[in-house]
């Protein structure tokens, strides 16, 4: 049995990895890959768990996954009530430049910093749209596109709320706010850095001057753009604010601020007298719901189903044994599957490694865990969520970003390991 339960979940990953050639959503390779699992378990768990009922196993694994799919919920449609009232235009605002150079430290400085309050794929949709905006020619778009995506992956590496991974380690307890802002942001910031800086010196995509355009009358603010964007960005800080003066689960904290911001939506006037009651409704809490991305949150559970039969059986205890027999140090395993995140999703990845270890919160460890998955997808444009939308928003070839972005964002990688194993250790 413990054969058949490592082929489902090794299939369901290949057919995962093959999503577009297969053209079969990854969501339901990952709910096949975790039912079935959790079938073969069924079937022989006398074999592993004698005197246990498979039922109750999967219980108590299914009660740590629906805190992070509420979690997930919740923070996707306060980002979609938000951005219902344009409050995102308001980013538009703060770059005023036609200096390329300037351009792009403006563009990388915001999506850094946003990406760690809302999240990395929300952050690059919100950035793209608005460079498609100020920035003439496809060409010139893909590369700040590229950059985006470096930046978003960083800024989400080092705040609870940035990754979905990260959130996962801070929702599992192996890592706090401050230790984990403390730990990865400074490498986060040296991961987008190297990279832009090399940019800035030896292209010439970088030089001179650009047009900027003013925003058209579709981008323009409505009445409630400023007090929904600071509604919901407060309500995303308040997160682990409230884990820390409570003490619990995150998931309620989420769930407050949920309510807290459905309810002043319920109560400003975006003034949008000239719309039909039919488009009004596109500003409700109702309509965010239904925005929000289910198949994510179905991929999340099926790939978190099946890594939790892993840990059931003891495999991942077994492959953790191995890797530390095999690289001899755990900051190389971090580094490994930082690595693997640009080809492999990094969810998966980061949901074995909390199996795998038993080690104390706010170990090292956890802490190069967040920043390398985090951070590592920015190496191939499929390797992360940012990276998946980038590519389908401004058609960025495969083979365009290895060759243009790939190799500065590997080094920016790279540089931000040596601080972990030289500096951050």
Not at 131 to 160: C, D, L, Q, V
Not at 232 to 248: D, Q, W
Not at 407 to 421: E, N, P, Q, R, V
Request: aromatic share 10%; proline share 4%.
């Amino acid at each position: 049995m413990t054969l058949a339960i490592i082929i489902s979940f090794v299939l369901g990953y290949l057919m995962i990895i093959l999503e577009h050639p297969l053209k079969i959503d990854k969501a339901v390779s990952a709910i096949f890959a975790g039912v079935a699992c959790w079938v073969f378990i069924a079937l022989g768990h006398q074999e592993w768990v004698p005197g246990s009922e498979p039922s109750e196993l999967l219980a108590h694994h299914l009660g740590e996954i629906a805190q992070i799919l509420l979690f997930l919920i919740g923070a996707m449609t306060i980002v979609e009530l938000v951005d219902a009232h344009k409050g995102f235009n308001i980013l538009s605002e703060l770059i005023r430049s036609h200096k390329r150079s300037t351009l792009l430290i403006l563009v990388c400085f915001i999506t850094f910093f946003t990406s760690a309050i809302l999240d990395n794929l929300t952050t690059t949709i919100v950035m793209i749209s608005l460079i498609r905006k100020i920035i003439p020619g496809e060409e010139s778009r893909k590369w700040y596109a590229g950059f985006i995506i470096i930046a978003a992956n960083a800024g989400g590496a080092w705040s609870p709320l940035g990754d979905v991974t990260t959130t996962m380690l801070w929702i599992g307890s192996k890592v706090s706010t401050e230790e984990l802002i403390k730990f990865v942001f400074f490498p986060s910031v040296i991961c987008l850095l190297v990279p832009m800086m090399i940019a800035l010196v030896f292209t010439d995509h970088f030089r001179g001057n650009v047009p900027v355009s003013d925003s058209g009358p579709e981008n323009r603010r409505l009445a409630s753009s400023r007090i929904m964007l600071a509604t919901g960005v407060l309500g995303l800080l308040s997160v682990p604010v409230f884990k820390t003066l409570t003490h619990l689960p995150p998931y309620m904290g989420m769930m407050l601020a949920l309510a807290a911001v459905w309810l002043v939506s319920e109560f400003v006037d975006p003034k949008v007298e000239f719309f039909s009651q039919e488009e009004k409704y596109k500003f409700t809490a109702r309509h965010a719901l239904s925005r929000i991305e289910i198949p994510g949150i179905l991929f999340f559970f099926g790939i978190l189903t099946a890594v939790a039969a892993l840990d059931t059986v003891g495999i991942l205890s077994s492959m953790a044994a191995d890797l530390d027999r095999i690289l001899g140090h755990k900051d190389y395993v971090a580094i490994v599957l930082g690595v693997l995140s640009a080809v492999i999703d990094n969810v998966p990845l980061v949901a074995a490694s909390m199996g795998m270890f038993e080690l104390p919160k706010d170990h090292e460890f956890w802490h190069f865990i967040a920043y390398s998955a985090g951070t590592g997808g920015s190496m191939l444009i499929i390797g992360s969520a940012a990276g998946v939308a980038a590519m389908g928003m401004e058609k960025i070839d495969f083979i365009w970003y290895l060759k243009k972005i790939g190799w500065l964002a590997a080094i920016g990688f790279l540089a931000g390991c040596i601080w972990f194993l030289k500096i951050g250790a």
